[in-house]
């Protein structure tokens, strides 16, 4: 499976964004997703993930309250829904799949990974 991260962009702090996955190439419902930030100088950064049919989600400290995963399998799309957004996001976000996975936090669950997607957040 294909994975492309959308979605980012420039906003300010307090603001909000939604990012998206778009999946091709494979068959959405089978892979679990989860999102990733990597911010220059820092390691890769679970912040959330959803398992394969949707009924199931987990999310990082940093982001729980503020960031919310979904995906619509019909669409074979994921996303990210953020508020509350601070200048600490600002990051690469990426999106990466696990095959029949209960999305855990770390990035060697992950099989796939798609292109990210540059979120800024300024003060």
């Known amino acids: 499976v294909q994975l492309q991260a959308s979605g980012g962009g420039l906003v300010q702090a307090g603001g909000s964004l939604r990012l998206s996955c778009a999946a091709t190439?494979?068959?959405?419902?089978?892979?679990?997703v989860g999102w990733f930030r990597q911010a220059p100088g820092k390691e890769r950064e679970f912040l959330a993930g959803i398992n394969f049919i949707g009924s199931s989600t987990n999310y990082a400290d940093s982001v729980k309250g503020r960031f919310t995963i979904s995906r619509d399998n019909a669409k074979n799309t994921a996303y990210l829904q953020m508020n509350s957004l601070k200048p600490e996001d600002t990051a690469v976000y990426l999106c990466?799949?696990?095959?029949?996975?209960?999305?855990?936090?770390?990035?060697?669950?992950?099989?796939?990974w798609g292109q990210g997607t540059l979120v800024t957040v300024s003060s």
């Open positions: 990466a799949a696990e095959t029949l996975g209960p999305a855990r936090p770390g990035a060697g669950n992950y099989n796939f």
């Open positions: 190439g494979g068959t959405f419902r089978l892979y679990a």
